[in-house]
């Protein structure tokens, strides 16, 4: 799995101190940013406050779908106090995160897609005076006929939301076939077919999205940002502000929440520097929490159709899934969402036949995109809740059931994806064990009941997010003679604890205290690319290029002391602020002199380190990329809850978990990660809903967010938080920094369908629906009360044309991860141009 | 393009004297401003947060005359007078206030946007009761909202805090 001739992928498990035991990797430590969150000296994106700043406020559509035919801003040019006016006509340059899916203007130049798409700039002196602005700007629109929903989507060619996809409205489709699924079916024992929808949701991060830019006293442009993503940002601004990306940098302010909310480039990003630029002051603008409701960029809506075949003992034989995506208003990353929403399918139980097919529909809401767990926890909830219905059916305790089919560790999956560690079989037995599951599951009285679900996700997406051969992260570090160790990468801190693992990784291997290390991250200017922070990249991708880094120099300050001692650089070690001679560890020097010896031999020291994934020669197949990784990591939860019948009332008593992340870094970190993850989930299964009405007619008809405030969209408080018993389930990977996985999403995915499993267990019924509400369960036990199915959920998938599918054997079918039907990649045709010179 | 004419916000101003941490601070701002902007945009102290500026998420929370509001939705003009206790004013002669050192040590602050307002309304909860049950806590709690950490760090975090302000007050007597 290493690619042996590229030494970026040396497996780094192994790299310590040299000491025997681990000093700082492990141990429950204060993260090195936490003194400046506690004491509010954290300068988040809004507490910058610079000489001569003024204000931004954008002017947003009223309407889901309209065409702009003119705007007039002259009534709000002659307000006083306001400088700049900006309009779609001063942003023509089309920019996305994906390179497929460039469909966004800074300001809309003629087109409005949803409620909240961003039409029109004020910047004024004053906050106010920016917003009354915003009123005394006439936009004439003509409206259009909104598309609220994939279904109506797949029936309303036109009017187009976008002029590029597959055609009408609908955005994307794909269709793979891994093996012959209906030959699996054929030789089911059993088939089961049963829908799911899961219904979208935000990120609900605290801080609303905030930017300053400003033009430096050089002429260059500075934006200091809320964003988990400053190289894809980067990039953007560059492409739509002409302007080179060397005299733009992008400074990620410490992030307050992100969840994938902050991982496009955004509107309001690129006009606060444009308008920096034209004035040459500096230009703020924080959005309202209404507007972060608009920008959303969160979980899809997911309507799903599985269909399962198993033998009699619980062997899948086949799995299909169908998925019908709502992606609203735009791309964001709603094309990766699309494979991702059927990629991981097949990372928890053997499926040793497997068809997906996924098509995501334009709707004139706000654009869906990247959310803690992107695109998998809605086919994982669907999954997880079939396989208790199959447990059921087969007379197979659920967990006995999974523990059957797992995957085995290092396996290759149906759709060639290359699973690492695998600890799922230990998470099922020890949750099994530490929930009392066997003596609760189907014992406990009427109203009470356990459920229990499994999950698996990625370590970081084994592709860019565009195409190119170079790292996906990149440490530089300096020591100097003062002792002092600086660490400059591009990632982004996120809350997820980012700063501190890099800041462990390198004191761990220089034998030193992360107090001794300042952390820069994410900047453009100071530190190598990092590709940012999603699909639970950063610990593994930027802890394996700081190890090489700090290797790199430690074997200077090693050989400078060894030089010095008379002895093989080999007994040279470095722990406690020392180095040593191992055979003799009363020679020693300070770490500080250590460096001193190290620059007197080598002169200055600065190292770097950097990490690609390995090249995933497995997955060939055109949409292969997504899903892969360097390595997975493994879920299970149990969930005790109650359920009041005559009211439906759901509370969660108590959930129990088990995460398989090969290492915790830091234990405190790492716990608030699952602890973080288990958290959103539950919002997510109880109460969590993007939801979306139509005005009355007597106003406007027009589709409308149904609740965009953090009081009216629910999110747990504390008195909603249950007691939660949380284990780790260590088993290094080689693949990752000490053997670390990913702790950030994973944990979030099981707690879902554990709910939905557990109210079936209370009471009875199935809600195949998320979020799983006291108005849907008390509907599903009238129903059964009434003789009729206790369930609630969808009942219909509409017709969709899905296009021919892409025929990829799996594996043991002989498989190379090549499709049998793909048309070869060509490169394209070269235009022959007029010869520069003429005959 | 050059304004002649100020806005017309510019041209009123109000004035109050507030006790800020212990310390006497005369601030002149815009009338309509609430505490919340107050504090941050004139006075300095962007240790308060804001998440929705409505009165729903508690990021804004601050303790005036020894209560915990939401400074979001007091208008400054009614501040004058009275005693303002923020973040940047916890803990005393260069230490961190237990509550601080607890949050950082035990996983009370992942991304840190809440944490202030949790620290001021738990601070606000300690001072009125010294020894709160872990549901006493939640309810105190219950106004603050939380994304990253799921709060059970935090009702640890408090509870640690807790034990030490009493060691500390019983060594002390």
């Known amino acids: ?839 | 393009m050059t304004q002649s004419k100020l806005p017309a916000e510019s041209e009123k101003t109000a004035h109050i004297r507030i006790t800020l941490n212990r310390e006497v601070v005369d601030v002149s701002f815009a009338p309509y401003k609430t505490l919340l902007e107050v504090l941050r945009e004139d006075l300095g102290h962007t240790g308060t947060k804001h998440g929705c500026e409505l009165g729903e998420c508690g990021a804004c929370a601050v303790i005036l005359d020894g209560k915990p509001v939401l400074s979001c939705l007091v208008l400054a003009v009614e501040c004058d007078g009275r005693e303002v206790e923020t973040v940047e004013g916890l803990g005393t002669d260069g230490d961190l206030h237990p509550l601080q050192d607890a949050f950082a040590d035990l996983g009370g602050a992942q991304c840190g946007y809440c944490t202030p307002a949790f620290l001021l309304t738990a601070k606000s909860l300690l001072d009125q009761n010294p020894s709160p049950s872990r549901d006493e806590i939640r309810e105190a709690l219950s106004g603050n909202l939380c994304r990253c950490t799921g709060y059970l760090q935090i009702f640890e975090a408090v509870e640690a805090a807790m034990i030490e302000i009493a060691k500390r007050n019983k060594s002390a007597t």
């Open chain 1, 1 to 839: 799995m290493s690619d042996k001739s590229n030494p970026s992928n040396l497996p780094a498990c192994d790299s310590g101190s040299g000491s025997d035991q681990l000093r700082v990797i492990g141990t429950s430590r204060r993260r090195i940013d936490a003194r400046g969150k506690v004491t509010g000296q954290t300068i988040f994106a809004d507490d910058i406050f610079l000489p001569r700043m003024v204000h931004c406020k954008l002017l947003r559509s009223p309407h889901p779908h309209a065409r702009i035919r003119k705007i007039d801003a002259s009534r709000a040019l002659s307000l006083p106090g306001v400088y700049l006016v900006l309009t779609g006509k001063d942003f023509p340059i089309e920019y996305g995160i994906l390179p497929v899916s460039q469909d966004e203007t800074a300001l809309c130049v003629d087109h409005v897609r949803h409620v909240g798409d961003p039409v029109a700039a004020v910047v004024a002196r004053e906050e106010l005076t920016a917003s009354e602005a915003l009123d005394l700007i006439d936009v004439d629109y003509e409206i259009l006929q909104t598309i609220s929903d994939p279904e109506e989507g797949l029936a309303t060619p036109e009017p187009r939301i976008h002029d590029y996809g597959e055609e009408g409205n609908i955005h994307k489709r794909v269709s793979f076939e891994f093996g012959d699924a209906d030959k699996g079916f054929a030789e089911a024992d059993e088939v089961f077919e049963d829908l799911f929808f899961f219904q979208g949701n935000t990120h609900l991060a605290i801080e609303q999205h905030a930017a300053v830019a400003t033009k430096d006293r050089d002429g260059k442009l500075t934006l200091w940002t809320s964003t988990q993503t400053p190289h894809y940002l980067h990039r953007a601004l560059s492409k739509v502000l002409e302007m080179p990306t060397g005299h733009i940098r992008v400074i990620a302010t410490p992030c307050g929440g992100g969840f994938g909310g902050k991982s496009d480039p955004f509107n309001h990003e690129i006009v606060v520097s444009k308008a920096a630029l034209l004035l040459g002051r500096p230009v703020k603008i924080c959005l309202t929490r209404e507007e972060v409701f608009y920008c959303h960029r969160g979980r899809h809506p997911i309507l799903m159709k599985f269909k399962t075949g198993v033998k009699k003992d619980g062997t899948i034989t086949a799995m299909q899934l169908q998925s019908l995506i709502d992606g609203g208003g735009y791309g964001s990353y709603g094309v990766a969402s699309t494979f991702y929403a059927g990629a991981l399918q097949t990372t928890t139980y053997h499926i040793p036949k497997y068809r997906y097919q996924g098509c995501r529909v334009f709707t004139n809401k706000p654009p869906c995109g990247p959310k803690r767990g992107h695109g998998t926890p809605q086919p994982r909830f669907g999954q997880e809740v079939q396989i208790d219905k199959i447990a059921e059916k087969l007379k197979i305790d659920p967990a006995e059931l999974r523990l059957r089919i797992a995957v085995k560790p290092n396996e290759l999956t149906a759709n060639f994806l290359q699973l690492g560690t695998v600890g799922l079989d230990q998470c099922i037995r020890r949750v099994v064990e530490i929930s009392g599951w066997k003596e609760k599951f189907r014992k406990l009285p009427e109203g009470r009941g356990v459920g229990l679900a499994c999950s698996c996700y990625l370590t970081g997406a084994g592709l860019s997010i565009y195409w190119n051969s170079m790292p996906h992260s990149g440490i530089q570090l300096k020591l100097d003679r003062g002792g002092g160790v600086t660490l400059f990468t591009g990632t982004t801190e996120i809350g997820q604890g980012s700063d501190d693992v890099l800041a462990a990784i390198v004191a761990e291997v220089l034998g030193i205290g992360t107090n001794d290390i300042r952390v820069y991250s994410g900047d453009t200017d100071l530190g190598p690319v990092d590709l940012g922070s999603y699909s639970s990249r950063v610990t593994l991708m930027a802890g394996n290029a700081a190890i090489q880094a700090a290797e790199r120099a430690k074997a200077m300050l090693v050989e400078g002391v060894a030089e010095k001692f008379q002895v093989p650089k080999e007994r040279i070690r470095l722990a406690d602020n020392c180095a040593f001679d191992s055979a003799a560890p009363e020679k020693r020097v300070t770490f500080q002199e250590a460096v001193c010896l190290g620059e007197s031999r080598f002169g200055t020291i600065g190292t770097v380190g950097s990490y690609t994934p390995p090249k995933f020669l497995a997955a060939q197949y055109k949409g292969g990329g997504v899903g892969t990784s360097p390595t997975y990591t493994y879920s299970a939860a149990v969930v005790e809850v109650e359920v009041d019948p005559a009211t439906g009332w759901l509370r969660i008593a108590k959930i129990w978990n088990t995460h398989d992340l090969g290492r915790a870094l830091n234990p405190v970190i790492a716990r608030g990660q699952v602890e973080g993850s288990i958290y959103m989930g539950l919002g997510e299964a109880l109460m969590e809903e993007q939801e979306f009405r139509r005005l009355p007619e007597k106003f406007s008809r027009a589709l409308v967010h149904k609740f965009p405030s953090i009081l009216e969209y629910k999110s747990p408080t504390s008195l909603d938080m249950p007691e939660v018993v949380t284990e780790f389930i260590e088993g290094p990977d080689a693949r990752g920094p000490f053997g670390a996985k990913e702790c950030g999403q994973g944990p979030l995915l099981p707690i879902i369908p554990a709910v939905a499993n557990a109210v079936y267990d209370a009471v009875g019924v199935r809600i195949d629906e998320v979020p799983i509400t006291p108005e849907k369960i008390l509907k599903a036990l009238s129903d059964k009360k009434a003789g009729r199915a206790p369930r609630f959920g969808p009942t219909h998938f509409p017709e969709v044309h899905w296009p021919e599918a892409l025929r990829v054997p799996p594996p043991w079918e002989g498989g190379d991860g090549r499709a049998t039907n793909e048309a070869p990649r060509r490169p394209k045709p070269r235009v022959e141009k007029e010869p520069v010179l003429k005959p």
